[in-house]
Structure formats: structure tokens, C-alpha cells
């Protein structure tokens, strides 16, 4: 309502005013700082991110909790643009943490613009995008500021699984504040320019005397090389956010729908003939099992995820006919396709994920074993398989399993056998499904035999041919039903595109429970 005397005009300017007040962040200095190494502004990420025109502001105008140390502090915005928008046509919600505004550190009310629009994001179905760029915990807000955080990492988790949560690093993410994104579905760094720690530099060496630099600490690269914790790297804003337009085209809106369709030119009988060249029937010879999606998928599109942490197992993104799906595939490559801790977590993980929200999963199998060796042992493999055999079993969605050579032992059902739950499990003619490969069986089962033999090499050699005719083969498990069909290679594109559009209204029902319990 009007106050006598003012003009709507004048009240119509004080209120531009203050949102210009609000958009102008810490101010020019510190929004040149900012871009100084390339980085863009928090307005201006959201601005890349979104539809063009798309952005819908809220808590536009919320201010810092006043307390004796934030007294006459300023904080445009405090610290965070918060709003909803579209990505490709789909409504999101999303959160820039500003860092121009007292380093971007989070107090309550900032924390509270944060968990308005993931609330709004739970209950209208949508994907939350955080752009992380913070200094942390405000120092001045004490408790609050803690607290700020235990709001959002509650959040984070009573949603997961419910929309898709996704996190960019674009900057500082340090201390308990790395918690968020890690309770998220996807983490995505930008290189040079972004890190994660629970402890930093400072700290480090004043605990342990080792020196090490943010970047060596924490950067993209170590987070998604050797610690596993962010899934994909990129060089620059502009990279990370383009990947994240580019990740949630492969995801539903919400546990209840299922991922869009993108309609491809790319034909459904599209022969494979290039498979013929590239697996042979040669088991010691590797071939590259990213060839081999790639010649399946549309388009030959794979976003593989975490591509370079555990490198022995492949998992990501693709279409087949148009349909999102999940590949999880071993690589002969590295380590010879076996499977270890790392690429045990890396699996679950992703198969959860896919399970989450929806997404089929497709298992490309040439597996030896597990790893072998006390380290493998005593960091606990036997914990970290059982991750692998309890996603698949616990998924749901349609699961189809394609042999492509080896699948031996243990690793057979913890990459999808019939068994643990896979709704069809095709083999290529190259297969061989069996406890263990022809001279490990035959050193165990003929020993007796090469040792009492007068020419045990010779024994030997015949024993390893007579359990290779036995097994090395996937008729014989295909005789047992255990493999639904062995298909010509050339023809495993359409045949995997009918097999997921004959699943696509598959349901399974489980029994009573409030949550499993996975070996974590
Ligand atoms: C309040 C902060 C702040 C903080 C920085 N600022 N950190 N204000 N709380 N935590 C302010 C600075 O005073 C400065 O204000 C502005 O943000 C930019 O900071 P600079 O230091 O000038 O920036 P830069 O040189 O780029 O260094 C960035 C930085 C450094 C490395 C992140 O600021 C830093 O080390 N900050 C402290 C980080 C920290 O210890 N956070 C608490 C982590 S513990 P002006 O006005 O000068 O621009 C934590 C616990 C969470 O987060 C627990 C959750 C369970």
C-alpha cells in the first residue's frame, strides 16, 4: 500500500534500487577479482547455465543474521543467488554461492535461501544444481553458520534419490563444507580453479609437517584420479556447466519419471560389423571395450563417468534408440579388466544411481577375477565386491547382461549374472563362462594326473584342452539357461535395442523393509 506523500514511482525506484544493490555482489573490485583467472560471477554462471531468460530470483533481498560481529557488515544477496530456471525446456533448481560476498561463506540465512529452493525443488519434482564457491563456514556466525550447514546436508540426504542432486566446484570447498556435494549424486570440478578439503595446507603441515599446495591437495585432478570423489573435470566455468546440461539430459526430472527421450537418425538395425575386427576370439589379446559402447550407443555417445579413476571398469551414460541407459562395462585394458576396491565402489555406486532414477542398465562382461593380493585383502575387497553384487541386486530397473569373452568366477555374478538378477544375459560367440580360465582348472583339477604323468607338460597341455572344450565356451551355460542366447555380434546394437524396449514396463516387487542394508 501507498504511503501518503510517495510516489509509486519513488517506491518502484527504491526497490530497483535495492535489487541492483543485491545484483552488484561484493561490488566491482572484488567481481574483477573474481574473473581474474577466468572465472565467471556467480549471476553470470547461472546466466551460461540456464535457458536464456529462463532465471526466476528468490530471497532476493534476505540479509545476513545479525549478531555483534556481523554488525554494520554488508552482505548484497548474503553470500548466494538462489532461484529456479529451465535447462533445455526442464525446470531446475539452482544455488550460486557468491564468493565477492564475504568469500561466499555460509551463515544461517544464507544457508536458509539454500534449503528454501531445494524444498521447492522436492516438492515440485525437479534436479537441484549447486555452484559451489565458498570459503566456508562463516567464521562471525559461530553455531549458526554450523548449523546452516546441518540443514543442507539433511536435505541432501532425505532428497537423494528423490531428484537428481548435482554439484559444480567452481572454487573453495573446504572443511565440512565438501559434505554437501558428497552427499550429492555427481560432482563436477573445474581444473586450476576449484579444490576440496576437509583439512588444508595450513593445517596439514602444522599436523604432519607434509607440504602440499591447494591444487595438490585437492584440485580436479586428484579428485577425480586418486581419491574417486568428484566423477567428471573440466577446464574452466564454461566446461563444468556445459557438463552439467549435458549429465542431466540422461536424467529424469525425479524418481518418479522416467529419463527423456532423444530422438536419434542413428538406425536401430544399424549393423555392427566393426565389432568382427575388434574382439577376436584371441582371450590374450585386449581390445578397447570404449570401441566397442561406441559402436553400439547412438551416435557413438558415451559420458563415461569418473573415466579416469579406476580405470579397470567403465561406467556412464549413453542412448540406445533414443532411451537413456547406464553401461557398466569391464576393461580388458587396464589391469585386465579385473575388479578391485576401486572399481567396486565405482560400479555400486553407479548402479545405485542408475536404480535412483530409472535408467537401465546395460553389463558389458570380460572379467578374469577379483584382483588378487594382501592389499586387495586387507583393504577389505571382500566388503567392497559385496557392494557390487548388492546394487545389482537390489536394482530394479531393467538389467541386461551381454558376455562379450571371459567372465570367470566371482566377478561372473558381480557383473550381472542371470542369478543376481539380470533380466537377459546374451553372449557374443567369442564368450567363455567358467569358475576359473582352462590353466588355472586344469593345474587344480589334474594335478594329480600332470604330476604322475611321464610327461607332465604334455599332460598338462591336454588337460587345459580338454576343460577349454568343456567350458571355454558359452554354450555351456547357454544350455543351462543361464545365457538366454548367443547373437552374431554384428547384430547386438538391435538386438539390445529390442531387448530394452521389451523390458520397458518391467516391474519388480520387493519384499517389506524401510531400507536395505549395503556393506558399506
Ligand atoms: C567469513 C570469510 C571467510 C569465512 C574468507 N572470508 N573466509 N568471511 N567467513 N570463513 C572473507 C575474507 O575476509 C575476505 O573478505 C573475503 O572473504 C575473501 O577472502 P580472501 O581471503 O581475501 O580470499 P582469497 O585470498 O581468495 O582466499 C580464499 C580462502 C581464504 C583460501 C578461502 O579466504 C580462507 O582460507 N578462508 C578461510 C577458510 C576457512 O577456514 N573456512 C572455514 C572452514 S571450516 P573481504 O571483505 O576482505 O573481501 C568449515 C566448517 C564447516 O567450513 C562445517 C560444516 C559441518
Redesign the pocket.
Known amino acids: 500500500m501507498t504511503q501518503p506523500g510517495i510516489e509509486l514511482q519513488e517506491l518502484i525506484a527504491a526497490m530497483e534500487q535495492r535489487r541492483t544493490k543485491v545484483e552488484q555482489g561484493?561490488g566491482p573490485e572484488?567481481l574483477k577479482k573474481q574473473k581474474e583467472g577466468g572465472k565467471l560471477t556467480a549471476r553470470e554462471r547461472i546466466e551460461y547455465l540456464l535457458d536464456p531468460g529462463s532465471f526466476l530470483e528468490m530471497s532476493t533481498f534476505v540479509e545476513h543474521g545479525r549478531n555483534r560481529l556481523m554488525d554494520g557488515v554488508e552482505a548484497p544477496g548474503e553470500g548466494v543467488v538462489t532461484g529456479s530456471g529451465t535447462i533445455g525446456g526442464r525446470q531446475v533448481f539452482v544455488f550460486s554461492q557468491d564468493?565477492t560476498v564475504?568469500?561466499g561463506?555460509l551463515g544461517k540465512m544464507n544457508a536458509s535461501k539454500v534449503t528454501k529452493i531445494m524444498d521447492l525443488a522436492a516438492k515440485t519434482g525437479c534436479p537441484v544444481i549447486g555452484l559451489n564457491d565458498s570459503?566456508?563456514?562463516?567464521?562471525?556466525e559461530g553455531v549458526d553458520s554450523?548449523s546452516g550447514?546441518?540443514e543442507i546436508f539433511y536435505r541432501n540426504a532425505v532428497y537423494s534419490g528423490s531428484v537428481p542432486q548435482i554439484s559444480a566446484i567452481l572454487g573453495?570447498c573446504?572443511?565440512?563444507?565438501v559434505?554437501s556435494p558428497a552427499l550429492t549424486d555427481f560432482i563436477l570440478m573445474s581444473r586450476g580453479s576449484s579444490y576440496m578439503f576437509i583439512t588444508?595446507p595450513e593445517v596439514i603441515k602444522s599436523v604432519t609437517r607434509e607440504e602440499v599446495t591447494f591444487d595438490q591437495l585437492g584440485g580436479a585432478d586428484v579428485h577425480t584420479r586418486r581419491s574417486g570423489v568428484a566423477h567428471l573435470a573440466y577446464d574452466g566455468d564454461e566446461a563444468v556447466l556445459d557438463g552439467v546440461r549435458d549429465l542431466l539430459s540422461y536424467l529424469p526430472q525425479n524418481a518418479r519419471e522416467q529419463p527423456p527421450v532423444r530422438p536419434t537418425q542413428d538406425p536401430a538395425q544399424r549393423r555392427n560389423d566393426a565389432l568382427l575386427e575388434l574382439v577376436t576370439p584371441d582371450q590374450r589379446k585386449p581390445y578397447a571395450m570404449h570401441d566397442v559402447i561406441r559402436e553400439l550407443v547412438d551416435e557413438g555417445t558415451f559420458l563415461e563417468i569418473q573415466p579416469d579413476w579406476a580405470k579397470n571398469i567403465l561406467v556412464g551414460f549413453a542412448r540406445l534408440g533414443g532411451q537413456s541407459v547406464g553401461i557398466v562395462a569391464n576393461n580388458p585394458k587396464s589391469m585386465a579388466g579385473t575388479l578391485n576396491i576401486d572399481a567396486s565402489d565405482k560400479a555400486a555406486r553407479f548402479i545405485r544411481t542408475c536404480d535412483c532414477y530409472n535408467i537401465p542398465i546395460l553389463t558389458l562382461v570380460d572379467v578374469t577375477g577379483f584382483l588378487p593380493g594382501t592389499q586387495q585383502e586387507y583393504g577389505g575387497i571382500i566388503r567392497h565386491g559385496a557392494k557390487m553384487l548388492y546394487a545389482y541386486a537390489e536394482a530394479s530397473v531393467p538389467k541386461v547382461t551381454l558376455i562379450t569373452r571371459k567372465s570367470y568366477g566371482g566377478a561372473y555374478l558381480a557383473m550381472n549374472s542371470r542369478d543376481m538378477g539380470a533380466d537377459v544375459v546374451y553372449a557374443w560367440p567369442t564368450a567363455a563362462v567358467a569358475v576359473m580360465g582352462a590353466e588355472g582348472a586344469a593345474n587344480i583339477v589334474y594335478r594329480k594326473d600332470i604330476k604322475a604323468s611321464d610327461n607332465p607338460e604334455a599332460t598338462r597341455a591336454q588337460k587345459i584342452a580338454e576343460y577349454k572344450d568343456a567350458f571355454d565356451n558359452p554354450y555351456v551355460a547357454a544350455a543351462k539357461g543361464y545365457i538366454d542366447d548367443v547373437i552374431p555380434m554384428e547384430d547386438t546394437r538391435e538386438r539390445l535395442i529390442q531387448t530394452f524396449s521389451m523390458l520397458r514396463d518391467k516391474e519388480e516387487v520387493r519384499p517389506y523393509k524401510k531400507h536395505g542394508n549395503i556393506p558399506l
Open positions: 561484493g572484488r564468493f564475504l568469500g561463506s570459503a566456508g563456514a562463516r567464521i562471525q554450523l550447514y546441518g573453495p573446504a572443511g565440512g563444507a559434505y588444508g
